[in-house]
């Protein structure tokens, strides 16, 4: 069975600066894809990043990149020069490649931007 | 982008009777969807998986007689609450597959009284 983890319940950062959020997974799969998401007040979930296993380079989003470490199945996100928007939810999941397979999500990490 | 359409975002019933909730998939065809439910401050939990034309999938512990889905179209899903009860006052939320991505709904918070 797939499972995600995500050790911080909160974290905070002031604007600006740069904040990362860890995530590990467990999987005995090979290809497979992560994702971040962002879980705003409003509570629509909104894709942050997507990352393919396959892939050895990071995958990068404007001030979002992540950094996944395949060996050790790691897969943190950092946030550079963050801003008050960037305040919510934000949760780590993963899925298997090909076929109808679900989205699993770690428990989150409630992030908050100060001024 | 891609959009799914879920609705009511919010609707409040009495205790012993069912609720549906509709997410729709507005600008591709979704033959797969999936339900969550999430408890406040908590993540999304998984409660199962609908495929265009077959029964659903549940997930371990999730009660497919209280909680009825139906994939009739490429276009919609339905979970039904049948006999709600308060303790299945909760949020939740469908997700469409598209490819290798997911899209959500934006959600319905069912409350019962």
């Known amino acids: 069975a797939q499972t995600v983890t995500q050790s911080q319940p909160e974290m905070s950062v002031q604007e600006a600066e740069t904040v990362t959020l860890s995530c590990t997974y467990d999987?005995?799969?090979?290809?497979?894809?992560l994702f971040w998401y962002k879980q705003p007040p409003s509570r629509q979930m909104i894709l942050v990043i997507r990352q393919e296993a396959y892939k050895q380079q990071n995958a990068t989003e404007n001030r979002f990149s992540v950094n996944f470490q395949k060996a050790a199945k790691s897969f943190s996100l950092k946030i550079s020069d963050s801003q008050l928007g960037d305040t919510a939810m934000y949760f780590c999941a993963f899925s298997i490649s090909g076929g109808y397979n679900k989205l699993i999500f770690g428990a989150g990490t409630r992030l908050a931007v100060h001024p | 982008g891609a959009v799914v359409s879920q609705h009511p975002s919010r609707v409040i019933c009495k205790s012993g009777t069912s609720v549906k909730i509709e997410c729709r998939s507005l600008?591709?065809?979704?033959?797969?969807m999936f339900w969550y439910r999430q408890f406040p401050k908590q993540s999304l939990m998984l409660m199962a998986t609908?495929?265009?034309?077959?029964?659903?999938?549940?997930e371990q512990g999730v009660e497919k007689d209280k909680f009825l889905i139906n994939h009739a179209s490429l276009t919609l899903s339905t979970l039904t609450v049948t006999s709600a009860h308060p303790e299945d006052s909760s949020f939740y939320i469908c997700?469409?597959?598209?490819?290798?991505?997911?899209?959500f709904g934006s959600g319905t918070r069912l409350t019962v009284v």
């Open positions: 600008d591709f065809q979704a033959t797969t």
């Open positions: 997700s469409a597959l598209q490819g290798e991505g997911y899209t």
């Open positions: 999987t005995s799969e090979s290809n497979y894809y």
């Open positions: 609908s495929n265009e034309g077959s029964k659903a999938t549940y």
